[in-house]
T-cell receptor
C-alpha cells in the first residue's frame, strides 16, 4: 500500500493566488481528514469527510478555504485567494473506523505551503 | 469540547535516560487516547492507543503509556532513550462519541543527547 499520497509536497505562491492541495487516501478507508500545522497553533482539524460526505467543517478558517471529495479516492483543499497567514503544513489523513471504535488515522507526508 | 494539554513543549534527555512526556486531556465522552510521533519532514505515525480495558498500553519502539482517569492523564514513557527517538510527539483524544476525528495537543519535541 502506498499510504496517503499528497501533492504538491511544497508550494510557494504569491498572495492572492489560488492554491489547490490534493490528497489520495488509502484504498478502502472511508474517512478523510484535512489538518493544518503551524508553530503557533499546532495541529488543527480543518474538515473531515465520512463516505465522501463533509461531516464537520467548523475548523475551516474562513470562506477562502474550501474542500471537496468527489469520490472515495480523491480530495482537494482549495484556498482562494491565498494570504501569507495561510503559510503552514497541510496534512491529509485517512482512516477506517475499527471494530473497537478507535479511529486510527494514517497521515500523508504533508504539503508545505508558503504564501509570499 | 474535548481538549489535550501537553506539558512542556520541549524535553531533553540523555541517551539511556528515562523519557517522560506528559499529556492531560479533557473529554465529555469516555476518552479514546492516542500518541503519535512525527519525524522531520514526515507525517504523523501512531505510537499507541487506549480505548478500553487495560490502562497500561504498550506501543512501538519500546514506548508505553498509562491511562489514569482520576488524573485525566495519559503520559508517555520509555525506560531508556535512544538517539533515534528524537522527534515531535503528539497526544490526541477522540473528538466525539462517534470517534471519527482526533483533537491533538500542541506537541512536545524530544531531544536526545549522547
Amino acid at each position: 500500500d502506498a499510504g496517503v499520497i499528497q501533492s504538491p509536497r511544497h508550494e510557494v505562491t504569491e498572495m492572492g493566488q489560488e492554491v489547490t492541495l490534493r490528497c489520495k487516501p488509502i484504498s478502502g478507508h472511508n474517512s478523510l481528514f484535512w489538518y493544518r500545522q503551524t508553530m503557533m497553533r499546532g495541529l488543527e482539524l480543518l474538515i473531515y469527510f465520512n463516505n465522501n460526505v463533509p461531516i464537520d467543517d467548523s475548523g475551516m478558517p474562513e470562506d477562502r478555504f474550501s474542500a471537496k471529495m468527489p469520490n472515495a479516492s480523491f480530495s482537494t483543499l482549495k484556498i482562494q485567494p491565498s494570504e501569507p497567514r495561510d503559510s503552514a503544513v497541510y496534512f491529509c489523513a485517512s482512516s477506517s473506523l475499527g471494530a473497537s471504535g478507535a479511529n486510527v488515522l494514517t497521515f500523508g507526508a504533508g504539503s508545505r505551503l508558503t504564501v509570499l | 469540547a474535548q481538549s489535550v494539554t501537553q506539558l512542556g513543549s520541549h524535553v531533553s534527555v540523555s541517551e539511556g535516560a528515562l523519557v517522560l512526556l506528559r499529556c492531560n486531556y479533557s473529554s465529555s465522552v469516555p476518552p479514546y487516547l492516542f500518541w503519535y510521533v512525527q519525524y522531520p519532514n514526515q507525517g504523523l505515525q501512531l505510537l499507541l492507543k487506549y480505548t478500553t480495558g487495560a490502562t497500561l498500553v504498550k506501543g512501538i519502539n519500546g514506548f508505553e503509556a498509562e491511562f489514569k482517569k482520576s488524573e485525566t492523564s495519559f503520559h508517555l514513557t520509555k525506560p531508556s532513550a535512544h538517539m533515534s527517538d528524537a522527534a515531535e510527539y503528539f497526544c490526541a483524544v477522540r473528538m466525539d462519541q462517534a470517534g471519527t476525528a482526533l483533537i491533538f495537543g500542541k506537541g512536545t519535541t524530544l531531544s536526545v543527547s549522547s
